[in-house]
C-alpha cells in the first residue's frame, strides 16, 4: 500500500514540476511583453516632445 502512495506521490510532483516549468516560462514571456510595452511607452512621449520642440 506504501509503494503505491509512494508512486501516487511521485506522480503528482512530477505533474507539478511541469506546471511550475511552464508557468515560469510564461512568466517570462509576459515579462518580455511588458518590458517591450514599456520601451514603447517611453519612446513615446520622448518623441512627442521632440517634435513639438522643432
Given at each position: 500500500?506504501?509503494?503505491?502512495?509512494?508512486?501516487?506521490?511521485a506522480h503528482e510532483?512530477?505533474q507539478i514540476a511541469?506546471?511550475?516549468?511552464?508557468e515560469g516560462e510564461?512568466?517570462?514571456?509576459?515579462?518580455?511583453?511588458?518590458?517591450?510595452?514599456?520601451?514603447?511607452?517611453?519612446?513615446?512621449?520622448?518623441?512627442?516632445?521632440?517634435?513639438?520642440?522643432?
Amino acid at each position: 500500500q506504501n509503494e503505491g502512495v509512494a508512486k501516487g506521490t511521485a506522480h503528482e510532483a512530477a505533474q507539478i514540476a511541469d506546471w511550475l516549468q511552464e508557468e515560469g516560462e510564461a512568466m517570462v514571456e509576459r515579462r518580455e511583453k511588458d518590458e517591450k510595452k514599456m520601451e514603447k511607452l517611453d519612446d513615446g512621449p520622448s518623441d512627442a516632445v521632440e517634435e513639438r520642440d522643432s
